[in-house]
Structures are given as structure tokens and as C-alpha cells.
């Protein structure tokens, strides 16, 4: 930007001084000299004026003037060859600054003008921008410096912290959380973090109790099986008709081991994801089948079942999964209806299919609903285990028919019993299976 400057107002000045003498035929010193007194002060420290074959006709220096000397400086040998000239270089803390233009008389070179102009003041202007300018940068870089050290402690800290709680996870402390604070990318990674450890513990939770739930369940008939049977072998000459009901019972138990272990198997195909591509499956076809099985259940029992459906009440699913849910959900309102009627109603509402299963048992305490699909959950225990429940049935449906896209849900009714309802989402078209 100075040199522009420079160039500027110097190619200004040696132009004032060239028109001064654009009017002369001729160059000589009188002439010249005249012709400059009246150019105003410039302010350049040098100016130079010389004939065509560069003898220094004028010189502004008082002491050692070159006057009747030939000068070929590069600008005014420039100049003599009908050239505008201009060089600046800065050094030792000043500008130094050199323009010529020739001095022409119907279009012939009769001279040149040259200028000559050493700056100190716009040096030291400079010097003092680029002291400030240092100045400025280093206390920037300083405070740049400074900020970066404590984002790198502050993101490092929190990095620390991540990485601890991620190891004592790893090591099983599923109830450890990363307590890492503020708005930014590390904090939303620390609280996607603690999402996924809850999400862990709750597994963890649910596994253990799971594992804890299905070893008593086993447990149960294994121990009563082998005090049957040790009972057998421990006491001589026992009757016939004992010995047939310690096996009897033996039986039972072994058959409620098996109902246990396919309900466990049922379960783990679930969690694992390995269920059969859905088709298109009638549910009346299906229910009118599962009826007609219940039906045989429900004499034994002493209960009156009954049935109402509507026609095309079709969903995504395997006829065996739909069976399953009507038979478990039937099966279990047999159990603890005591005798009484149990109604079962299919229906096409609002884009759904709605399954209905109720009775006339006792119903279930209200503090007892939310849970009533957790796997091995019983209302009554001892009253469970006598109907030969082994507490996975209402799981199996809930999980099922999620599966699918239902839900289903439990409820009392108004006049004594619960009712399960299964919504399932309609399928349309396509052929029924």
C-alpha cells in the first residue's frame, strides 16, 4: 500500500515538473532553472533535470550538485527512451523512492525529469504498525494459547471421565454413570452413554431375576420328584395303590417340567428375534380351531365357554402364534374362573382385530396389573402353582403380539372377573391362511 502511495504521488509531482517544461524547444540551464522557480515545493529530497543526452541541467541538492555532470541513472536512462520510470525499496528504516518522465517537444525526447524522495516519517509509522502489530499477536497468541490449554483440560477431563465409566461397565458396575456436565458433543455422548448403561442395568436386572425365577421354577418339580421317589425307595412293602399315586404324581410333576422347559424355549426363540415370516392368517379360523379344544378343557373344569366373532378379521402372523395367544389366554381364565362362564369375542374395530378373553374368577388387585405379563410373575403364588401354571404363559402372549405390532392389556371388569384384550393391526387383502 506505501509503495503504491509512493508511486502516486511521485508520478504527480515529476508530471507538474515535465508540464512546467513541456513549452521549451530546448533545454539549457537558464531556461530550466526558470521554469522550475515557479513549480511549488514539492517536498522531495532531490529533483533532476537533464537534457536528451543526460547532462544535468538542474539539481535541488546545495552541496555537491551535479550540474553539467552526465547522470545515467536506470530511471533516467529509462526516461530518455521515452519511459515513465518508478522504483521504492524500504531498508534501514526508511523508503526510498525514484521516479523520471520524459520532457518531450512535438513528440522528440529533449530531456527527462527526475525525483528523488527519502522518507523516514512513514518508515517509522510503519515500524511503530508492525511493533504494534507483534505486540497485538503475541498477546492474541498468548490469550489463543492460554484458552486452548484450558479446553484441552476441560475436554480432556471430561474425555477422563467418559473413559472411566465406560471401563467400570466394562467391568460390570452396570450402575456406574459418567457424570460429565455441559452442552457440547462430549456431554451428549456422555448422556447417550448413560442412557445405554441404564438400559444394561435394566437388562442385567431382568436377566438375573429371570435366571433366579426359572432356577426355582425348576427346582420345584425336580425336588418334589426326587422326595417322591426317594420315598418310594426308602419304604418297604408299600402298597400298590400308593405306589401308583407317588407315580402319578411323579408324572405331573415331570409334565409341568416339560410345560416349563417348552415355555423357556418359547421365551428364548422370542428374545432372540428367530420367529417365522408373517403371513396373512384368518383369526376366526383359527379360533373356531382353538374352541373347539377348549372347549374339552372347560367341561373338565366345570365352566361354561363361549364364543362370538365377526368374519375377515385378518392379521400379519403365523397360525401357530395366534393360536398360542388364544389358547394361553383362554387356558389361564379356565384356570382361575372357579367354575364360572368365560366369554371370548372377536371384532374388527377402527382398523384393528380385538381379541377378548373374559371371566367371572376373582379378578386381579389392582396393584398386581401393571406386572401381570413380567415372566414368572404370580398373583397368588401357592394358587398358581396348584393350577399347574408355571408363570411364563401371559409373558409369551405379551411378547408375541408385540411382535407384531399389537398390544394387549389386562383389566378388571365392573362386575367381578378381568378381561385380556389383544389388538392386533387388520391386514388387508391377500389370501388367508
Not at 511493533?131 to 471430561?158: C, H, P, Q, Y
Amino acid at each position: 500500500m506505501v509503495f503504491r502511495s509512493k508511486e502516486t504521488t511521485m508520478q504527480s509531482s515529476v508530471s507538474v515538473m515535465v508540464y512546467s517544461l513541456s513549452g521549451l524547444d530546448r533545454l539549457n540551464e537558464e531556461n530550466v532553472a526558470a521554469a522550475m522557480a515557479v513549480v511549488e515545493e514539492t517536498g522531495l529530497s532531490r529533483i533532476l533535470v537533464t537534457d536528451g543526452a543526460g547532462k544535468v541541467l538542474y539539481d535541488t541538492r546545495e552541496t555537491g550538485s551535479v550540474v553539467g555532470n552526465y547522470v545515467l541513472y536506470a530511471e533516467i536512462v529509462q526516461a530518455l527512451m521515452g519511459n515513465d520510470a518508478f522504483s521504492c525499496s524500504y531498508r534501514n528504516g526508511a523508503f526510498r523512492s525514484r521516479a523520471s518522465s520524459p520532457v518531450l517537444y512535438q513528440n522528440q525526447i529533449i530531456g527527462s525529469v527526475y525525483a528523488y524522495e527519502y522518507d523516514v516519517e512513514q518508515a517509522a509509522l510503519l515500524e511503530g504498525l508492525q511493533s504494534n502489530l507483534l505486540r497485538i499477536s503475541a498477546v492474541v497468541g498468548v490469550g489463543v494459547l492460554a484458552l486452548s490449554l484450558l479446553l484441552s483440560m476441560a475436554l480432556t477431563e471430561k474425555i477422563s471421565r467418559l473413559m472411566t465409566a465406560i471401563r467400570q461397565v466394562r467391568e460390570g458396575a452396570y450402575g456406574h454413570r459418567a457424570e460429565i456436565r455441559g452442552g457440547d458433543e462430549i456431554a451428549q455422548i456422555g448422556d447417550a452413554f448413560n442412557s445405554l448403561a441404564d438400559r444394561l442395568q435394566t437388562t442385567e436386572d431382568a436377566r438375573r431375576r429371570f435366571v433366579s425365577d426359572a432356577s426355582h421354577e425348576l427346582k420345584t418339580p425336580l425336588a418334589a420328584i426326587r422326595l417322591l421317589t426317594d420315598s418310594i425307595l426308602q419304604t418297604d412293602n408299600m402298597d400298590q395303590e400308593t405306589t401308583r399315586e407317588f407315580v402319578a404324581d411323579i408324572g405331573m410333576e415331570a409334565e409341568r417340567l416339560s410345560r416349563i422347559t417348552e415355555d423357556l424355549l418359547q421365551l428364548t426363540k422370542l428374545d432372540s428375534g428367530i420367529i417365522q415370516e408373517p403371513v396373512v392368517v384368518d383369526v376366526l379360523s383359527v379360533l373356531e380351531q382353538a374352541m373347539r379344544m377348549m372347549s374339552l378343557v372347560a367341561q373338565e373344569r366345570g365352566s361354561e365357554l363361549t364364543f362370538s366373532a365377526q368374519e375377515g378379521c385378518l392379521v400379519m402372523a403365523t397360525r401357530d402364534e395366534v393360536h398360542q395367544v388364544i389358547s394361553n389366554l383362554t387356558d389361564n381364565a379356565l384356570k382361575y374362573s372357579a367354575g364360572g362362564p368365560v366369554q371370548v369375542s372377536l371384532r374388527k374395530v377402527h382398523g384393528q382385530v380385538v381379541l377378548s378373553v373374559a371371566d367371572r374368577g376373582p379378578g386381579i388387585p389392582e396393584a398386581d396389573l401393571p406386572r401381570i405379563f413380567e415372566r414368572f410373575y404370580r398373583v397368588d403364588k401357592a394358587r398358581s402353582r396348584a393350577a399347574g401354571g408355571t408363570g411364563l404363559g401371559l409373558s409369551i402372549v405379551s411378547d408375541t403380539v408385540k411382535r407384531r405390532g399389537g398390544t394387549v392389556e389386562a383389566a378388571n371388569r365392573p362386575g367381578g372377573g378381568s378381561v385380556f384384550t389383544v389388538r392386533w393391526p387388520a391386514a388387508e387383502g391377500g389370501e388367508a391362511s
